[in-house]
């Protein structure tokens, strides 16, 4: 009885040791019955790839203009006014199709002159560091001006060359722009290059 008592008393305590790890097999980096999804790390989360610029797809500007309007020789007008533009950067690219409307208002010999025009084309940007974009622009378009004169009509071709600077501030959707043109006109069957400079704000959407 005693003998049967015994290795009842071993065969139940197998399984336990089996079950258990040995301090042998412990210093020797054994990890029985380890449960598996403690032995994988957790997977880092997954990180956002960012591009050169925010994607905005549009922006819409408005500013203050400065327009040095060369009429016909030894006839300047000093023009003031606004200047209003929209560009479009398809995926959020670094070339996009460009608008623009100026208008000018100064002082011909005592009458007011206006200058107004609207122009088409492309635009380039580069982005910079500190929230700085550059770019620049060509377009295309008509221009019209009064009063009526002596030299010829009131419309005409023009055309338009220059960039600028936007700074935005943190990457927001509001920024400050300025910006710098040259601007050509075909009145009086002669050509004008005009200068302009222009200081606004954008919004970018």
């Keep these: 009885m005693f003998a049967c008592s015994v290795g009842a008393q071993l065969n139940s305590a197998g399984p336990l040791l089996l079950g258990s790890a040995s301090p042998a097999a412990t ?6 019955n380890a449960n598996p999804l403690a032995l994988s790390a957790p997977a880092d989360p997954p990180q956002g790839v960012y591009g050169v610029f925010q ?4 922006q ?3 500013g203050y203009t400065c327009f040095r309007f060369y009429e016909v020789p030894n006839l300047t007008d000093n023009m003031n006014g606004v200047n209003f533009s929209a560009v479009y950067y398809p995926r959020g ?7 623009e409307l100026i208008a000018a208002f100064g ?8 200058f107004a025009s609207g122009m088409g084309g ?3 940007r580069h982005s910079a560091p500190r929230g700085l974009e550059v770019w620049v622009h060509g377009l295309v378009g008509g221009a019209h001006f009064l009063p009526q004169t002596a030299y010829g009509g009131l419309n005409a071709f023009s055309f338009e060359a220059g960039g600028g600077v936007d700074l935005t501030p943190h990457h927001r959707r509001l920024g400050y722009r300025l910006q710098a043109d040259m601007v050509g006109t075909r009145f009086f069957g002669t050509y004008q290059y005009s200068p302009k400079i222009s200081a606004g704000v954008v919004f970018k959407f």
């Design 55 to 58: 994607d905005f797809n549009f």
């Design 107 to 114: 002082s011909q010999s005592g009458v007011t002159s206006k």
């Design 27 to 32: 210093a020797a980096g054994a990890m029985p």
């Design 122 to 124: 492309v635009r380039l």
């Design 93 to 99: 690219g670094w070339l996009g199709p460009d608008g």
């Design 60 to 62: 819409a500007y408005a």
